[in-house]
């Protein structure tokens, strides 16, 4: 096994029904870019029942058809949000925990200890979490996952993980391993992936191989590291 492989993510992802809502940061092939990438997926009609909206790069996930919407808690939410010199993306509302709690001093692994995982019994669905703190014409990033110590979901586990920018290297966290009842929870370091130079090509690789039945919206964001300009790519299944 080598630990220091970088995968292609589309092989990562294009036979798994279900690997839930996914994130992913990392540094451009020739070191000019960061980037971030925040998808979601969804079985119920509930959670398929949503779109992606962009307002100045920060990101929200809305309801589709309002009709239709049976329990917004844990399907509306901020997913991405700038704060002065860094970006949070999340799977909830922690977003705006760790935008509000950072903003009085806090650190983003402190502002997280104050969350744990959902209450959706009985899949107890992880809340993933990243960050990215630009300074000198680069950045670092920060990913977390807070999920459940049992199956009763009887406490929390808070794990984080830190890393400096590398050139073609990107990291991927995603709530589960695979489709399942209840679904099964993702497990150990998030995974090395390969991060292109084109914007297009990552959001194609992402978008595509997704499994058809459940995407939903896709997020891509490219952030040139010398002026802090961005492109941005985004995607809704339901139009």
């Not at 996930?61 to 860094?86: H, M, W």
């Not at 903003?103 to 959706?120: I, M, N, Q, W, Y």
């Not at 014409?137 to 890393?163: P, V």
Request: glycine fraction near 8%; charge should be negative.
């Amino acid at each position: 096994m080598d630990i220091y492989k970088i995968n292609n993510i589309g092989e990562l992802i294009k036979d798994n029904a279900y690997v839930g809502r996914g994130i992913v940061i990392g540094t451009t092939e020739d070191s000019t870019k960061s980037v971030a990438a925040y998808f979601i997926m969804g079985r119920s009609e509930n959670s398929r029942n949503r779109v992606f909206t962009e307002n100045g790069g920060e990101i929200k996930t809305e309801p589709f058809d309002v009709s239709k919407v049976e329990d917004p808690s844990l399907i509306i939410y901020n997913a991405v949000r700038k704060l002065g010199d860094s970006l949070i993306v999340t799977n909830g509302d922690q977003t705006d925990t760790i935008y509000d709690l950072m903003s009085e001093g806090k650190s983003f692994k402190e502002a997280l200890e104050t969350r744990e995982f959902e209450p959706d019994a009985p899949n107890l669905t992880p809340r993933i979490s990243g960050i990215l703190n630009y300074k000198d014409g680069g950045f670092t990033y920060e990913m977390s996952i807070l999920k459940s110590i049992d199956s009763e979901g009887s406490d929390c586990c808070r794990y984080t993980f830190s890393y400096p920018s590398k050139a073609g290297l990107g990291h991927f966290i995603h709530t589960y391993v695979c489709d399942g009842n209840p679904i099964p929870t993702f497990q150990g370091e998030p995974e090395r992936v390969e991060i292109p130079n084109s914007i297009d090509e990552f959001t194609e690789t992402l978008w595509n191989n997704l499994n058809a039945d459940n995407k939903i919206s896709l997020y891509v964001r490219y952030t040139d590291l010398k002026t802090g300009e961005f492109e941005q790519r985004l995607i809704n299944k339901n139009k």
